[in-house]
């Protein structure tokens, strides 16, 4: 199996930018549908991206669609989350997640491994 180790996140203002990475070891990154989540205090674990295999393909959220870019780098095992024009309400833990899917998914039951998550807080 994968594991995933997140990192990256951080304070930041509003109206900041954040690249926020995840490596995987254990097995090929290339083995995966990979996809960015967060969640939110009190809220449940919501999508924001994801990927498919080659990287030929992505999938954004609404809530971040035009500020947010999904990319991965087989070679180095990593995938990466580019966030800009961030919010308050971006605050919160954003976790990686790989799943075995023909496509992306959306749903978190797709998704069968998880990194630990890195907080991202918006705020002046």
């Known amino acids: 199996q994968v594991q995933l180790v997140e990192s990256g996140g951080g304070l930041v203002q509003p109206g900041g930018s954040l690249t926020l990475s995840c490596a995987a070891s254990?097995?090929?990154?290339?083995?995966?549908?990979m996809g960015w989540f967060r969640q939110a205090p009190g809220k449940e674990r919501e999508f924001v991206a994801g990927?498919?295999?080659?990287?030929?393909?992505?999938s954004d959220s609404d809530s971040m669609k035009g500020r947010i870019t999904i990319a991965r780098d087989n070679a180095k095992n990593t995938v990466y989350l580019q966030m800009s024009s961030l919010k308050p309400e971006d605050t919160a833990v954003y976790y990686c997640?790989?799943?075995?899917?023909?496509?992306?998914?959306?749903?978190?039951?797709?998704?069968?491994?998880w990194g630990q998550g890195t907080q991202v807080t918006v705020s002046s």
């Open positions: 990927i498919t295999r080659s990287g030929g393909d992505r």
């Open positions: 254990g097995r090929p990154l290339s083995t995966y549908i």
């Open positions: 997640a790989a799943a075995n899917t023909f496509t992306v998914a959306r749903d978190v039951n797709h998704y069968a491994y």
